[in-house]
């Protein structure tokens, strides 16, 4: 049931709730953030397989598919992107904490893992980007942060 209502609220409220703002508001809900990363990182993968599957094909309808899916994979790899240097890197990393490398460390992978999708077709870079997603979790969020974050998938 939460699902369905977030994703109705994403649905209506896009532009309000993704790109959240650079003004000092104070709401934020950085597990919702990591939730949209995952969706971008499977809809990359459900993206590569079907790509993979489409270049197999020579026929109009099928390079008109495969053309739509390749801008889909290039399109969630740079909400990942905006997202882990707009609002993780820009607003919510702080330099006073104590795991401030790791957590540095893991977006920076997670950038590169999206920049590796957007080049290639490689699952691995997909299954990498949402590996150190996890790990970047558990360096940034408590115990109840992340047990919130579980609770929402």
Known sequence: MKKYLLLLILLFNVESLFPHCQVPCGI???AMRIMFIQEDFE????????????SKKNDPQSLNQLNRWVMAKDEHASNIQKLV?????????????GQYVNQLKYLHQILVHAMKCKQGVSQQSVKNGLEFLD???????????????????
């Open 43 to 54: 809809t990359i993968k459900k993206a590569i397989t079907a790509i993979d599957n489409l």
């Open 28 to 30: 934020y809900d950085d």
């Open 135 to 153: 790990e970047f979790s558990k360096v940034y969020f408590d115990k109840h942060g992340l047990d919130h974050l579980r609770s929402l998938k």
């Open 85 to 97: 240097s707009d609002y993780f890197l820009t607003q919510r990393i702080k330099k006073t904490n």
